[in-house]
């Protein structure tokens, strides 16, 4: 199928490698990203606080950038979860409140754009899950991860408030794809628990707990599998202060589709992984030398 | 008189929505950052239904807010609470003084980094907002984070493809806003 992707602005910056290997694995699983030219930021989880209209009116223009260049029933793909929430959410309100979507269309007639509803917005994960399908994954595996622990991190928006694809307490959905890979799941109940998200820049000790009660939680696991470059960013760069004076070791922490890439038989260099900040050298000797078995 | 027209009030939207809340406390039970609040949001919900704005102010409770929606997931009157946490945190902004403008600092740099580049710029927001906190130990910080990014090459100047481009739309809403 063919995408109309929206990276967002983390993924050209210290979420690089995801963008890298979102485009990577999708491409390999023969699914077209057309990016949606223009596009700007969707206001994050930054601007509510601050203006209630920008808050819709900032994802709805690159919502109405879609469909101007992609037609109606146009899939937008997002990656990241608060671009995926932002847009989500303001897709639902232009088609169901005719108030918001007034407004909407007000802000948006500075640009001479508009907008009713009319595109689908898709998180990454409920398109590897529903649109690709664990058997065509399962076909290309060539790199099986057995023997590798991973930990499946969801984060918050992805499925709160709007639980679209999976159970917004107890996710499941990536364990079928880490299954796909040979990879053995590590159970945990915290899959779904809050990164501290931005937090991080505004009260860090709060934000430091909830790193450490995660990674404490993920002990035994071999890495934690992301789709969110705020969590991956807060598990992978806070690990030592967020776990000062406590004896859980630091974790591999990696975004989803590169766990893909590397069971895909992928260079990890073409999936970023040189550029994450916590995948430790063992971690990725064990997956590769799966490769060299395999060849 | 029962329904008399109260005169408008900043929390009064807040009010409103939260007119249903029962004060079970399901919502500070779920809070994964409620030990670092000063109150639960529970009793926050209280004080707004009462109109205590000062009290509210008095409180950085809501600041804490990291927007999971686990409380709005799991509200049995269904109330959209992380709506309302940003609802309190845009009144206290505007109408709390110097506390509440150095709260949202992080949050108005990042709307102005928005409009000024069209993406966020990372490396710049951080920057700006460090400067802005003017506090060297917060700068400290976050040094280390700092310099392992940038030999990640993703510490970068600010690019300026999209320079601009969100100005007429930031310059609508600006008079939508100051209309309403």
Redesign the interface.
């Known amino acids: 199928m063919n995408y109309a992707y929206y990276p967002g602005?983390?993924l050209?910056?210290?979420a690089?490698e995801y963008d890298l290997s979102t485009r990577l694995v999708l491409e390999h699983l023969g699914e077209q990203l057309t990016e949606i030219e223009?596009?700007?930021?969707c206001?994050?989880?930054?601007?509510?606080?601050?203006?209630?209209?920008?808050?819709r009116?900032?994802p709805a223009?690159n919502l109405a950038l879609a469909l101007a260049q992609g037609g109606k029933d146009t899939q937008v793909l997002a990656p990241c979860s608060a671009c995926y929430l932002n847009l989500l959410r303001v897709n639902r309100e232009a088609v169901s409140d005719v108030a918001s979507r007034a407004?909407l269309n007000?802000?948006?007639?500075?640009?001479a754009l508009a907008y009713a509803g009319e595109v689908r917005v898709r998180h990454l994960l409920d398109v590897l899950l529903n649109d690709i399908g664990v058997e065509r994954i399962g076909e290309k595996v060539v790199n099986p991860l057995e023997g590798i622990r991973i930990a499946p991190y969801y984060g918050?928006?992805i499925l709160?408030?709007y639980?679209v694809f999976d159970d917004?307490?107890h996710p499941v959905s990536m364990e079928s794809l880490l299954q796909a890979m040979d990879a053995t799941v590590h159970e945990w109940g915290l899959g779904g628990?809050?990164c501290?998200?931005?937090?991080m820049?505004?009260?860090?000790?709060?934000?430091l707990?909830?790193v450490r009660g995660l990674l404490e939680a993920a002990q035994g696991a071999d890495a934690i599998a992301t789709v969110c470059p705020m969590c991956q960013m807060n598990l992978e760069?806070?690990q030592?202060?967020a776990l000062d004076g406590s004896s859980a070791r630091k974790l591999s922490i990696l975004y989803l589709p590169q766990l893909l890439a590397l069971s895909f038989g992928l260079e990890s260099k073409q999936a970023g992984i040189h550029?994450?900040?916590a995948v430790s050298s063992d971690f990725l000797t064990r997956c590769k030398q799966r490769v060299s078995a395999v060849a | 008189m029962l329904h008399e027209t109260r005169p408008a009030e900043p929390l009064s939207g807040v009010r409103d929505t939260l007119s249903a809340c029962m004060q079970c406390g399901t919502c500070s039970a779920s809070c994964?950052?409620a030990?670092?609040m000063d109150m639960t949001p529970r009793k926050l919900w209280r004080l707004a239904q009462l109109g205590m704005l000062d009290e509210i102010e008095r409180s950085e409770a809501f600041?804490?807010c990291?927007?999971?929606?686990?409380c709005?997931?799991r509200c049995p009157r269904g109330l959209?609470l992380?709506?309302v946490m940003?609802?309190i945190?845009?009144v206290v902004?505007v109408h709390g003084g110097r506390t509440g403008r150095r709260?949202?600092n992080?949050?108005?740099l990042?709307?102005n980094n928005?409009e000024k580049y069209?993406?966020?710029?990372?490396?710049t927001l951080?920057t700006c907002?460090l400067a802005a906190m003017g506090s060297p130990s917060l700068a400290l910080?976050f040094a280390?984070?700092g310099l392992?990014?940038a030999a990640?090459?993703?510490m970068?100047p600010p690019?300026s493809a999209?320079k601009g481009?969100?100005k007429?739309?930031?310059?609508?809403?600006r008079e939508?806003?100051a209309r309403s």
């Open positions: 602005c983390s050209t910056a210290s690089v223009d596009w700007t930021c206001g994050a989880s930054a601007v509510e606080p601050v203006s209630r209209l920008l808050t009116a900032l223009r407004e007000e802000a948006l007639s500075s640009e918050c928006q709160r408030p639980p917004a307490e628990r809050c501290g998200a931005s937090l820049a505004t009260n860090q000790a709060a934000a707990a909830s760069a806070y030592s202060r550029r994450n900040l | 994964p950052n030990a670092f600041w804490l990291s927007s999971c929606y686990t709005t997931l959209p992380t709506q940003a609802e945190k845009r902004a709260h949202g992080f949050y108005r990042f709307l928005v069209g993406r966020v710029q990372e490396s951080m907002y910080s280390p984070v392992k990014l990640k090459g993703k970068h690019h999209m481009t969100l007429p739309l930031f310059a609508k809403v939508m806003e």
